[in-house]
């Protein structure tokens, strides 16, 4: 059984910085794409950044410079900075994992819907 299970998330001042994890368990392929989305109050749920199992990496343009993704092989859990952050940045954050397909596909338009693993989510709030 696939589990994923966030954590790090916080309120925090505009400028400041978290780190997100996700701890996956039960997922036995080598290949893989893993994402980090997120969902503000009557948003549709968008990809923020992605990683595939060759540590190739996808970024929406809104994050770019300010968010990187990472993995932890032998512990099994996928990482997100957040640094600078914005009110904009204020979601509910989900990460997800799928078989391989490509990385872009995370940041694409719809992107979720390629996904079929989630967390349960972990909030993070910017306040200005």
């Known amino acids: 059984q696939v589990q994923l299970a966030e954590s790090g998330g916080n309120s925090v001042q505009a400028g400041g910085s978290l780190r997100l994890s996700c701890e996956v368990s039960?997922?036995?392929?080598?290949?893989?794409?893993m994402g980090w989305f997120r969902q503000a109050p009557g948003k549709e749920r968008e990809g923020v950044a992605g990683i595939d199992s060759n540590g190739m990496t996808s970024y929406a343009d809104s994050v770019k410079g300010r968010f990187i993704i990472s993995k932890d092989n032998t512990k099994n859990i996928l990482y997100l900075q957040m640094n600078s952050l914005k009110p904009d940045d204020t979601a509910m954050y989900y990460c997800?994992?799928?078989?391989?397909?490509?990385?872009?596909?995370?940041?694409?338009?719809?992107?979720?819907?390629?996904?079929?693993?989630w967390g349960q989510g972990t909030q993070v709030t910017v306040s200005s």
């Open positions: 997800a994992i799928e078989g391989f397909r490509p990385v872009s596909m995370v940041v694409a338009v719809n992107g979720a819907n390629a996904f079929g693993y």
């Open positions: 039960g997922w036995t392929d080598q290949s893989y794409c």
